[in-house]
């Protein structure tokens, strides 16, 4: 589900959604009255986007338990928050088998079905869609590509002008070779026309 900027603040029942951020609050809209009001930085702000539940794993995103609970029921409502706690803790052994009894409190699981609940009512659960999901990955994809690609150039540049130093040493090499048998030869010939001179 897409939870994006929906929040609970502690103390005040029901949902709300992020409107604007100002200098010392924030500006949220109840979304069942569409009133307006402002959260102070003191109030204890939760985003849904940003909610997990405990596992004996890894935590598992709250819209991801929405989710489930919406296959489950098909779209339909989910139990009653006010229900035996019992029965809400199986239903919801049910949807997430794996989820942490001892740090899953029951206030946790009522919230859950509270706030499921009331997105379900004004039509706010939205999923979402594969395709952007599949697009995502694809990007991924080709970010990875596009990385290894510049490495394999840069190896490539790395090893080009390993060869184009090397090349260059050993025509330097060769020059100064050159240079030196040259030298040797105009000392023979000089040596050699002294000789006949003394002679």
Known sequence: MILKDL????????LFKFIAQGRNAMIVE????????????????????DISIFTTGEEVPLSKVFDRIYEKENGGPAPDEKSDIKDLRAYFEEVLPEYDRERVYDSDIR?????????????????????????KEKEEVKEEVKTEAAEEKEQ??????????TKKLKTVSGTAEKEQKT???????????????AE
Request: aromatic content about 6%.
């Open 7 to 14: 929040i609970a603040i502690s103390g005040q029942h029901g």
């Open 30 to 49: 109840h979304l069942e009255t569409k009133k307006r009001t402002t959260a102070f930085s003191s109030a204890r702000v939760s985003s849904l986007e």
């Open 111 to 135: 919230k859950v079905f509270r706030w499921y609940n009331i997105l379900q009512k004004l039509n706010l659960l939205v999923k979402e869609e594969p395709e952007k999901a599949g697009e």
């Open 156 to 165: 490539e540049k790395a090893v080009a002008k390993s060869e184009s130093s």
């Open 183 to 197: 030298k040797a030869e105009d000392k023979g010939k000089s040596g050699t026309g002294k000789k006949k001179k």
